[in-house]
């Protein structure tokens, strides 16, 4: 991982950086193997995704991450571009 990114492992912190306008959250989704990289106001991520897939399933069916580029997120997790932040 680079300096400007880490992975987002509280409800606390997700909600945090989701609505605002820096960055990008990636979804991690181990089931389909697929990183889906979101603006952090992009209604297709919610807390509730976010709890059940990290807090309530301890992130064994994936995560979420949040970098300052898409570059990055492209480059270090294979990361495509939600259709609706395109």
């Known amino acids: 991982?680079?300096?400007?990114?880490?992975?987002?492992?509280?409800?606390?912190?997700?909600?945090?950086?989701?609505?605002?306008?820096?960055?990008?959250?990636?979804?991690v989704d181990a089931p389909t193997?697929?990183?889906?990289?979101?603006r952090p106001n992009c209604d297709s991520i919610t807390i509730a995704f976010f709890r059940e897939k990290v807090v309530d399933n301890g992130s064994r069916n994936g995560s979420y991450y949040?970098?300052?580029r898409l570059a990055d997120a492209e480059r270090e997790l294979d990361a495509v571009c939600c259709a609706r932040c395109n």
């Open 33 to 38: 193997n697929r990183n889906t990289a979101h």
């Open 1 to 27: 991982m680079t300096l400007d990114s880490h992975e987002i492992k509280t409800e606390e912190e997700f909600e945090g950086l989701h609505g605002g306008q820096v960055g990008w959250i990636v979804n």
């Open 66 to 68: 949040h970098f300052l």
